[in-house]
């Protein structure tokens, strides 16, 4: 097994695309530009409608789109907004060179989800803290483990631990 800290896509960036200074946090405000302009575009040609808000969260560049009806924009179990947040990035690294990070969010889905992964977590660590079985939980993308590793970090006494390989990766809960 490998730790959540080598393990998770989210945070396997280079040392250059780690923002440390106010010169770092305005390219993550071009990031953020960036990606509105791409995300604009693409809504013009779907004949969406939606506003975009930009934001910076910590370490990396968060980009929102609110409406009303961008369901199919999030796709089932959110497979939609995750290639909709790869293709932004891209976009982002053509303009910039550097390997973004950037977060999207639509609709308010990943919020949504990271509430319920973060309770997920809580609850699975309490059982395994109470019962000391292992627990496996069920395959999740990069973001999801990281949510739940978090959640699991925050209760004493166990420890999560990613194992698998993609799609199939999962979380696995133990006494520590």
Do not use: C, W
């Not at 390997?99 to 609850?123: F, K, P, Q």
């Amino acid at each position: 097994m490998t730790s959540p800290d080598e393990t998770e896509q989210e945070d396997a960036v280079s040392e250059e695309a780690q923002p440390s200074s106010d010169g770092d946090v305005s390219l993550l405000e071009r990031e953020g530009d960036i990606a509105a302009d791409y995300l604009e575009a693409l809504l013009d040609i779907a004949d969406l409608d939606g506003d975009i808000d930009i934001d910076v969260e910590g370490s990396r560049a968060a980009v929102s789109i609110v409406g009303a009806d961008l369901t199919r924009l999030v796709g089932t179990d959110g497979e939609t907004l995750e290639a909709l947040q790869e293709l932004t990035r891209l976009a982002v690294h053509r303009e910039t060179g550097v390997r973004s990070r950037l977060m999207l969010d639509i609709g308010g889905h990943r919020a949504r989800r990271r509430n319920e992964l973060a309770e997920l977590g809580r609850v699975q660590a309490e059982k395994v803290r109470e019962t000391g079985e292992t627990m496996r939980l069920d395959p999740m993308t990069p973001f999801e483990r990281k949510v739940v590793h978090d959640a699991v970090a925050a209760v004493e006494g166990v420890i999560s631990e990613s194992e698998g390989e993609e799609p199939e990766r999962r979380i696995v809960i133990r006494r520590g």
